[in-house]
Protein backbone atom coordinates (compact mmCIF):
# COMPACT_ATOMS: atom_id res chain seq x y z
CA UNK A 1 0.00 0.00 0.00
CA UNK A 2 1.15 3.62 -0.75
CA UNK A 3 2.51 5.35 2.37
CA UNK A 4 -0.72 7.71 2.63
CA UNK A 5 -1.97 9.26 5.03
CA UNK A 6 -5.42 7.01 5.23
CA UNK A 7 -3.03 3.97 5.03
CA UNK A 8 -1.44 4.64 7.50
CA UNK A 9 -4.91 5.46 9.12
CA UNK A 10 -6.26 2.01 8.32
CA UNK A 11 -3.22 0.39 10.51
CA UNK A 12 -4.87 2.10 14.04
CA UNK A 13 -8.54 1.56 14.03
CA UNK A 14 -10.39 -1.56 13.28
CA UNK A 15 -13.12 0.03 11.25
CA UNK A 16 -13.98 2.47 8.50
CA UNK A 17 -16.65 4.74 7.80
CA UNK A 18 -18.05 4.39 4.45
CA UNK A 19 -20.17 6.68 2.34
CA UNK A 20 -22.64 5.11 -0.46
CA UNK A 21 -25.03 6.95 -2.89
CA UNK A 22 -28.52 5.94 -2.04
CA UNK A 23 -30.08 4.51 -5.19
CA UNK A 24 -33.05 5.70 -4.40
CA UNK A 25 -33.38 9.12 -2.91
CA UNK A 26 -29.54 9.91 -4.22
CA UNK A 27 -28.48 11.18 -0.77
CA UNK A 28 -25.11 10.67 0.91
CA UNK A 29 -25.70 7.70 3.47
CA UNK A 30 -22.55 7.02 6.20
CA UNK A 31 -22.27 3.99 8.23
CA UNK A 32 -19.26 2.19 10.01
CA UNK A 33 -17.83 -1.31 8.72
CA UNK A 34 -15.31 -3.60 9.39
CA UNK A 35 -12.95 -4.43 6.58
CA UNK A 36 -9.33 -6.31 6.21
CA UNK A 37 -6.77 -5.18 3.75
CA UNK A 38 -4.99 -7.31 1.12
CA UNK A 39 -1.87 -5.53 -0.30
CA UNK A 40 -3.46 -2.77 -2.25
CA UNK A 41 -7.13 -3.46 -1.84
CA UNK A 42 -9.34 -3.18 1.20
CA UNK A 43 -12.19 -5.65 1.56
CA UNK A 44 -15.64 -5.01 2.88
CA UNK A 45 -18.26 -7.29 3.83
CA UNK A 46 -21.69 -6.46 4.20
CA UNK A 47 -23.84 -7.57 7.23
CA UNK A 48 -26.73 -8.88 5.09
CA UNK A 49 -24.75 -9.83 2.15
CA UNK A 50 -26.27 -8.83 -1.28
CA UNK A 51 -29.57 -7.88 0.39
CA UNK A 52 -27.84 -4.96 2.42
CA UNK A 53 -28.51 -1.72 1.39
CA UNK A 54 -25.00 -0.01 0.85
CA UNK A 55 -24.22 -2.73 -1.12
CA UNK A 56 -26.89 -2.57 -3.72
CA UNK A 57 -26.23 1.36 -3.26
CA UNK A 58 -22.84 0.81 -4.61
CA UNK A 59 -24.44 -1.24 -7.07
CA UNK A 60 -26.07 1.31 -8.50
CA UNK A 61 -23.25 4.20 -7.92
CA UNK A 62 -20.21 2.04 -7.34
CA UNK A 63 -18.27 4.27 -6.12
CA UNK A 64 -17.59 4.80 -2.46
CA UNK A 65 -15.89 7.29 0.42
CA UNK A 66 -14.07 5.61 2.90
CA UNK A 67 -12.94 7.43 6.45
CA UNK A 68 -10.26 6.26 9.00
CA UNK A 69 -10.25 8.93 11.51
CA UNK A 70 -9.84 12.17 9.56
CA UNK A 71 -8.38 10.21 6.71
CA UNK A 72 -10.52 10.08 3.50
CA UNK A 73 -10.21 8.35 0.32
CA UNK A 74 -12.93 7.64 -2.45
CA UNK A 75 -12.21 4.77 -5.13
CA UNK A 76 -14.33 2.67 -7.22
CA UNK A 77 -16.33 -0.17 -5.62
CA UNK A 78 -15.93 -3.30 -7.05
CA UNK A 79 -19.19 -6.28 -5.98
CA UNK A 80 -17.13 -9.95 -5.31
CA UNK A 81 -19.69 -12.52 -5.87
CA UNK A 82 -17.66 -16.05 -6.68
CA UNK A 83 -18.19 -18.11 -3.95
CA UNK A 84 -14.67 -19.36 -3.84
CA UNK A 85 -13.52 -15.51 -3.54
CA UNK A 86 -15.97 -14.08 -1.19
CA UNK A 87 -15.12 -17.06 1.23
CA UNK A 88 -11.45 -15.72 1.34
CA UNK A 89 -12.63 -12.59 2.12
CA UNK A 90 -14.63 -14.19 4.64
CA UNK A 91 -11.64 -16.00 6.30
CA UNK A 92 -9.67 -13.13 6.41
CA UNK A 93 -12.32 -11.37 8.41
CA UNK A 94 -12.28 -14.05 10.54
CA UNK A 95 -8.69 -13.90 11.15
CA UNK A 96 -9.08 -9.97 12.09
CA UNK A 97 -11.96 -10.14 14.08
CA UNK A 98 -12.79 -13.71 15.26
CA UNK A 99 -14.83 -16.93 13.80
CA UNK A 100 -17.27 -16.23 16.43
CA UNK A 101 -18.01 -12.83 15.71
CA UNK A 102 -17.91 -13.03 12.45
CA UNK A 103 -20.49 -15.65 12.29
CA UNK A 104 -22.46 -13.56 14.50
CA UNK A 105 -22.41 -10.03 12.49
CA UNK A 106 -22.45 -11.99 9.51
CA UNK A 107 -24.90 -14.06 8.98
CA UNK A 108 -25.16 -13.59 5.15
CA UNK A 109 -21.77 -13.81 3.02
CA UNK A 110 -22.61 -13.94 -0.59
CA UNK A 111 -20.98 -11.17 -1.56
CA UNK A 112 -18.23 -9.20 -0.21
CA UNK A 113 -16.83 -5.61 -1.76
CA UNK A 114 -13.28 -4.64 -3.35
CA UNK A 115 -11.81 -1.43 -3.09
CA UNK A 116 -8.55 -0.28 -4.34
CA UNK A 117 -6.60 1.01 -1.01
CA UNK A 118 -4.26 3.66 -2.18
Given at each position: ?83 AQVETVVE ?27
Amino acid sequence: MADTAFGKALENTREVEITTTGRKTGRQISLPVWFVLRGDKLYLLPVRGSKSDWYQNLRKTPSIRLAAGPAEHTAPATPVTDPAQVETVVEAFRGKYGAHDVQAYYPETDVAVEVPAD
